[in-house]
């Protein structure tokens, strides 16, 4: 049946095609040239990308080392839920990472029922969104961005990109040396959902909180200044 | 022959100025064609009346039927040619003869309407940005509060908005109390309010509600259809609003029974 | 999906009377264009990206052969089954094939508008399959024994009252009391957790499908087509052939405008990409992956004047702008499909016949037309098919007829101002004391809802006729 509607498909789609050449067809795409992004909110990287994290409705920190990301991350889920316990996928750099410095204890694997908390270690960071770009597979299973309660992210200054086509283009380059990944989430923001009379609700399916942290050398006026960006928004864009 | 095809109010200099009147105003509002003509003159034209004009087709051409139109669409386009310019006191009429007839017709016609739409103005879209009229030598029209209904084919397909406003202000001296939802559509559509008129009820009630909402006195407008939609809207209701076309304003001609009003 | 747009007027009487419905409704209608509008105001390059996305779709759409096939090869070559469907029965019977073949008995459900086209839940169940859906509007209408009412919001039609009392009858929690609407969310959260970590099959639609490395797209913001997409040991898509894109970055200048026109977003919160089944050295996905491409009349479309409708992102603005879709809701349309764009979508996946009223729905005001991110001519579009309707004398003869007649008479001007002039001065006469007319022979349509303004008095034409001959 399937080899029949292939056919039949691919016929009458070719009838009313261009009829072009690969060459040509390629060159047309090329000639549309790029689409226009949406312009950065702040002064440089670093401030507009914590700027739409906020937006989106994230929490941030923004810390110069590892040490100082494994204190924050120490912090952060003793503050909310008095453990010092959390998953992380089997990521060299996460693994790397100086966990007993601040009494942080990591299982590192795939999230199962009743764990709360995931950290993730991103591979990209979009200014224009706030969102952060993962890959599936043992660094991160797909599970720990998607089943808990709390979702922390951290994300290096150096993988910060202003756009979307600026973050495809690091992924085609990564592909040339890796696997294509099974999926590649762009994350930004906590799960949601406006599907009950358009009143926004956190924590649809998964994360209820969504916590970035960027490290690296972040300017240091750029957390003040994406906290004022977002300050606005924050009281009058409730979306309901 | 020819002195029954046209006919020129006033002799002299100006742009030679068509006047279509729409069927609408020739059949129910006859002093929406006398103001326009009066607003026209008055900023300088030489304003003509083809005398065998009727109507520009957007019933049937809204129905669906684009056979019997194209006849009737270049013979209107053979009409308006002759002009340096064409004036309607509708936005949606307008935006037939300048959008509709060129996509319509082929060919030769195709080249000719698109002439004629080059060519062919809504009237405050005409006074406001091509003849940039000004007050007669009079005092300012004193006027009660007023909202305006913006038609939504002259809003989208004409892009007139500021123009109408900018008309009252100068001639009138008079700012528009803004109705809310003010570009939604009053549900009028053309055959679309007898078609379904449930829903067409539904959206002029909300249309005239959000008018009556504002608190003015006169809704004006730039086209009939709207206006004798909400207007007939406010009488079944009894809403006290008068419904007036915006050139009866400019021209402070107020003293008639208002659209739907008895004399 | 049952049609039953051909009752389109009956339904929307229906749904005029039901008061609440309504006034759900005219908030929606209020509130939604408001934050899309925001959203392009803050984004400032409205016109500029629609232009670019709506190049690139009519570029994929010229060019769908080749960018077709090069996305079934990428995609079989990331590990994919790929699967073509003429109809949507055919859809459903591939979809069952492989639900059986893995013996799964339940099933966890991304939205799917296709999928809503082509009644494939139905078509499961009556295999004895457990389907549920994961998306939270789309699991409530299914509780509900309902259609969506819209293609982004599904159960937007619902009070939370309504979805409250719903929650307790189907839902044998016990004692509760669900008074917020973050009660709800939680309660749907943890009915369909249970589901998503025992489902067998996930299904899932798609977004855009790439065709330059074989990735589809999924936006959503609650992350429930994700874990369709990565818990359940087989996965599969069902999207429809005019999804594809040339390129990744073609995706998401798309998202760029599908988000912010949808919901007012600049960005939802998941937007996945997958390419295919787990690897070698994977830990976690599906062992095996499926697509499943409908066709269903969209190569027809392709072939027809109404080419430029398959550039639709989906995305409902144009239901969100609709003052028809606001007054009457999702359900009156009869289908799938609600709004302008479905009403020129139903008639051209269904047949003209069954959705003559639709067409007719639609009073040209262009509101629809000037959100569009895809820059679709909507109200061109559904003048075309009224046209094919007076073609196909499909529309009302007294309609065709009456405007026939006025369209030769408005060409025979002596004709047309001496019956005018008269038909007119006998109006004027009789209406000329009360202003207007509460009842008028051939026009109970207008009558029905408004009063008739009298003329003022003789025509113009007439007056301006006798004036001219007294000055001369």
């Given at each position: 049946?399937?080899?029949?509607?292939?056919?039949?498909?691919?016929?009458?789609?070719?009838?009313s095609?261009?009829?072009?050449?690969?060459?040509?067809?390629?060159?047309?795409?090329?000639?549309?040239?790029r689409?226009?992004?949406?312009?950065?909110?702040?002064?440089?990287?670093?401030?507009?990308?914590l700027?739409?994290?906020?937006l989106?409705?994230?929490?941030v920190?923004?810390?110069?080392?590892?040490?100082?990301a494994?204190?924050?991350?120490?912090?952060?889920?003793?503050?909310?839920?008095r453990?010092?316990?959390?998953?992380?996928?089997n990521?060299?750099?996460?693994?790397?990472?100086?966990?007993?410095?601040?009494?942080?204890?990591?299982?590192?694997?795939?999230?199962?029922?009743g764990?709360?908390v995931?950290?993730?270690?991103?591979?990209?960071?979009?200014?224009?969104?706030?969102a952060?770009?993962?890959?599936?597979?043992?660094?991160?299973?797909?599970?720990?961005?998607?089943?808990?309660?709390?979702?922390?992210?951290?994300?290096?200054?150096?993988?910060?990109?202003?756009d979307?086509?600026?973050?495809?283009?690091?992924?085609?380059?990564?592909?040339?040396?890796?696997?294509?990944?099974?999926?590649?989430?762009?994350?930004?923001?906590?799960?949601?959902?406006?599907?009950?009379?358009?009143?926004?609700?956190?924590?649809?399916?998964?994360?209820?909180?969504?916590?970035?942290?960027?490290?690296?050398?972040?300017?240091?006026?750029?957390?003040?200044?994406?906290?004022?960006?977002?300050?606005?928004?924050?009281?009058?864009?409730?979306l309901? | 022959?020819?002195?029954?095809?046209?006919h020129?109010?006033?002799?002299?200099?100006?742009?030679?100025?068509?006047l279509?009147?729409?069927?609408?105003?020739?059949?129910?509002r006859?002093?929406?064609a006398?103001?326009?003509?009066?607003?026209?003159?008055?900023?300088?034209?030489?304003?003509?009346?083809?005398?065998?004009?009727?109507?520009c087709?957007q019933p049937?051409?809204?129905?669906?039927?684009?056979k019997s139109?194209?006849?009737?669409?270049?013979?209107?386009?053979?009409?308006?040619?002759?002009?340096?310019?064409?004036?309607?006191?509708?936005?949606?009429?307008?935006?037939?003869?300048?959008?509709h007839?060129?996509a319509?017709?082929?060919d030769?016609?195709?080249?000719?309407?698109?002439?004629?739409?080059?060519k062919t103005f809504?009237?405050?879209?005409?006074?406001?940005?091509?003849?940039?009229?000004?007050?007669?030598?009079?005092?300012p029209?004193?006027?009660?509060?007023?909202?305006?209904?913006?038609?939504?084919a002259?809003?989208?397909?004409?892009?007139i908005?500021?123009?109408?406003?900018?008309?009252?202000?100068?001639?009138?001296?008079?700012q528009v109390?803004?109705?809310q939802?003010?570009?939604?559509?009053?549900?009028?559509?053309?055959?679309?309010?007898?078609?379904m008129?449930?829903?067409?009820?539904?959206?002029?009630?909300?249309?005239?509600?959000?008018?009556?909402?504002?608190g003015?006195?006169?809704?004006?407008?730039?086209?009939?259809?709207c206006?004798?939609?909400?207007?007939?809207?406010?009488?079944?209701?009894?809403?006290?609003i008068?419904v007036?076309?915006i050139?009866?304003?400019?021209?402070?001609?107020?003293d008639?029974p208002?659209?739907?009003?008895?004399? | 999906?049952?049609?039953?747009?051909?009752?389109f007027?009956?339904?929307?009487?229906?749904?005029?009377?039901?008061k609440?419905?309504?006034?759900?409704?005219?908030?929606?209608a209020?509130?939604?264009p408001?934050?899309r509008?925001?959203?392009?105001?803050?984004?400032?390059?409205?016109?500029?990206?629609?232009?670019?996305?709506?190049?690139?779709r009519?570029?994929?759409?010229d060019?769908?052969?080749h960018?077709?096939?090069s996305?079934?090869?990428?995609?079989?070559r990331?590990?994919?089954?790929?699967?073509?469907?003429?109809?949507?029965?055919e859809?459903?019977?591939i979809?069952l094939?492989?639900?059986?073949?893995?013996?799964?008995?339940?099933?966890a459900?991304?939205?799917?508008?296709?999928?809503?086209?082509?009644?494939?839940?139905?078509?499961?169940?009556?295999?004895?399959?457990?389907?549920m859906?994961?998306?939270?509007?789309?699991?409530?209408?299914?509780?509900?024994g309902?259609?969506?009412?819209?293609?982004?919001?599904?159960?937007?039609?619902?009070?939370?009252?309504?979805?409250r009392?719903?929650?307790?009858?189907r839902?044998d929690?016990?004692?509760r009391?669900?008074?917020?609407?973050?009660?709800?969310?939680?309660?749907?959260?943890?009915?369909?957790?249970?589901?998503?970590?025992n489902?067998?099959?996930?299904?899932?639609?798609a977004?855009a499908?790439?065709?330059?490395?074989?990735?589809?797209?999924?936006v959503?913001?609650?992350?429930?087509?994700d874990?369709?997409a990565?818990?359940?040991?087989?996965?599969?898509?069902c999207?429809?052939?005019?999804?594809?894109l040339?390129?990744?970055?073609?995706?998401?200048?798309?998202?760029?405008?599908?988000?912010?026109s949808?919901t007012g977003?600049?960005q939802?919160?998941?937007?996945?990409?997958?390419?295919?089944?787990?690897?070698?050295?994977?830990?976690d996905?599906?062992m095996?992956?499926?697509?499943?491409?409908?066709?269903?009349?969209?190569?027809?479309?392709?072939?027809?004047?109404?080419?430029?409708?398959?550039?639709?992102?989906?995305?409902?603005?144009?239901?969100?702008?609709?003052?028809?879709?606001a007054?009457?809701?999702g359900?009156?349309?009869?289908?799938?499909?609600?709004g302008?764009?479905?009403s020129?979508l139903?008639?051209?996946?269904?047949?003209?016949?069954?959705?003559q009223?639709?067409p007719?729905?639609?009073?040209?005001?262009?509101?629809?037309?000037?959100?569009?991110?895809?820059?679709?001519?909507?109200?061109?579009?559904?003048?075309?098919?009224?046209?094919?309707?007076?073609?196909?004398?499909?529309?009302?003869?007294?309609?065709?007829q009456?405007?026939?007649?006025?369209?030769?008479?408005?060409?025979?001007?002596?004709?047309?101002q001496?019956?005018?002039?008269?038909g007119?001065?006998?109006l004027?006469?009789?209406?000329?004391?009360?202003g207007?007319f509460?009842k008028?022979?051939?026009?109970?349509?207008?009558t029905?809802?408004?009063d008739?303004?009298?003329?003022?008095?003789?025509?113009?034409?007439?007056?301006?006729?006798?004036?001219?001959?007294?000055?001369?």
């Open positions: 049946m399937s080899d029949s509607a292939r056919a039949s498909i691919f016929a009458r789609i070719r009838y095609g261009s009829g072009a050449s690969a060459a040509e067809i390629a060159a047309a795409r090329e000639a549309l040239g689409a226009p992004a949406a312009n950065l909110p702040g002064s440089d990287l670093c401030s507009s990308f700027a739409n994290v906020l989106n409705r994230g929490t920190d923004v810390v110069g080392n590892r040490s100082e494994v204190t924050a991350v120490g912090k952060y889920i003793y503050q909310h839920y453990t010092h316990r959390l998953v992380a996928g990521d060299p750099r996460l693994a790397a990472m100086p966990w007993r410095d601040a009494g942080v204890l990591p299982r590192f694997g795939e999230l199962e029922a764990e709360p995931a950290l993730s270690y991103a591979r990209l960071g979009v200014a224009e969104t706030g952060v770009v993962t890959f599936t597979g043992k660094a991160n299973p797909a599970a720990n961005n998607l089943l808990p309660e709390n979702h922390i992210v951290v994300i290096d200054v150096a993988d910060l990109v202003p979307m086509e600026m973050a495809w283009s690091r992924i085609a380059h990564a592909m040339t040396t890796e696997q294509r990944p099974r999926g590649i989430n762009f994350i930004a923001g906590p799960s949601s959902t406006g599907d009950i009379e358009g009143k926004l609700v956190y924590g649809a399916h998964g994360p209820r909180h969504w916590h970035v942290i960027l490290l690296g050398e972040v300017p240091q006026a750029a957390l003040g200044e994406a906290q004022a960006i977002a300050a606005p928004a924050a009281t009058t864009g409730e309901d | 022959m020819e002195s029954e095809a046209l020129t109010t006033a002799p002299g200099g100006g742009p030679a100025v068509y279509f009147v729409t069927c609408l105003a020739d059949l129910l006859p002093s929406v006398f103001n326009s003509i009066k607003l026209l003159e008055d900023a300088g034209c030489r304003v003509t009346v083809p005398l065998q004009q009727t109507c087709g049937a051409y809204n129905t669906g039927d684009y139109i194209i006849p009737l669409a270049r013979q209107v386009v053979a009409m308006l040619e002759p002009a340096d310019y064409v004036v309607l006191p509708s936005g949606s009429c307008a935006g037939m003869i300048c959008h007839y060129p319509l017709l082929k030769e016609w195709h080249e000719r309407a698109l002439q004629v739409a080059a809504e009237i405050t879209t005409f006074l406001s940005d091509i003849v940039k009229a000004k007050r007669p030598e009079r005092p029209i004193p006027l009660p509060p007023i909202t305006y209904h913006d038609s939504c002259g809003l989208r397909e004409l892009g908005k500021e123009q109408p406003r900018q008309l009252l202000q100068e001639f009138c001296d008079t109390s803004e109705l939802q003010s570009e939604v559509c009053c549900g009028f559509g053309g055959t679309f309010c007898a078609k008129p449930e829903i067409s009820g539904k959206m002029v009630q909300d249309k005239l509600h959000n008018a009556a909402a504002t003015a006195g006169i809704l004006a407008g730039g086209d009939l259809g206006l004798l939609n909400i207007a007939g809207r406010a009488r079944r209701e009894g809403v006290a008068e007036r076309h050139t009866e304003l400019l021209c402070g001609d107020l008639g208002a659209i739907g009003e008895g004399e | 999906m049952q049609q039953y747009s051909d009752t007027l009956d339904n929307a009487s229906a749904a005029l009377a039901d609440d419905k309504a006034e759900v409704r005219d908030a929606m209020l509130f939604t408001l934050v509008n925001a959203a392009m105001d803050q984004f400032q390059h409205f016109e500029e990206l629609r232009q670019h996305v709506k190049q690139v009519q570029h994929s759409l060019n769908l052969g960018y077709l096939e996305y079934e090869q990428q995609a079989v990331n590990g994919n089954q790929v699967h073509f469907a003429t109809t949507g029965d859809l459903n019977s979809v094939d492989i639900c059986q073949q893995h013996s799964a008995r339940r099933i459900k991304g939205k799917s508008m296709i999928t809503e086209e082509t009644g494939l839940n139905a078509f499961l169940e009556r295999a004895n399959l457990d389907v859906e994961t998306d939270l509007g789309e699991y409530i209408i299914q509780e509900a309902e259609t969506p009412s819209h293609i982004v919001g599904p159960a937007l039609h619902k009070s939370a009252a309504e979805i009392q719903l929650f307790l009858d839902h929690l016990g004692e009391e669900l008074e917020t609407t973050e009660d709800l969310v939680s309660e749907a959260r943890q009915v369909l957790r249970e589901h998503f970590l489902a067998q099959v996930g299904i899932i639609g977004n499908l790439i065709a330059e490395n074989g990735y589809s797209m999924l959503t913001n609650e992350g429930n087509g874990l369709c990565n818990l359940p040991p087989v996965l599969i898509i999207t429809s052939v005019d999804r594809i040339p390129r990744a970055e073609d995706a998401t200048a798309m998202l760029r405008l599908l988000v912010r949808a977003q600049a939802t919160c998941y937007t996945s990409f997958y390419s295919g089944p787990r690897r070698e050295q994977d830990i996905g599906p095996e992956t499926h697509i499943v491409l409908l066709d269903n009349r969209r190569s027809d479309i392709l072939a027809s004047d109404y080419r430029e409708m398959l550039q639709c992102i989906r995305c409902g603005a144009c239901l969100n702008h609709c003052p028809i879709f007054s009457v809701g359900h009156a349309y009869g289908w799938v499909y609600p302008p764009m479905g020129v139903t008639p051209l996946l269904t047949s003209l016949e069954q959705s009223a639709l007719n729905a639609c009073t040209s005001c262009g509101r629809c037309a000037e959100v569009c991110p895809a820059d679709i001519p909507l109200p061109d579009l559904l003048r075309d098919l009224r046209h094919a309707e007076v073609e196909e004398k499909i529309a009302a003869p007294r309609w065709r009456g405007l026939k007649i006025h369209a030769w008479l408005a060409r025979q001007p002596r004709l047309y001496l019956l005018t002039g008269m007119i001065a006998l004027y006469l009789l209406g000329r004391k009360r207007s509460s008028l022979p051939l026009a109970s349509g207008w029905s809802q408004r008739f303004p009298s003329p003022q008095g003789r025509t113009f034409m007439q007056q301006y006729k006798a004036e001219h001959k007294h000055r001369e």
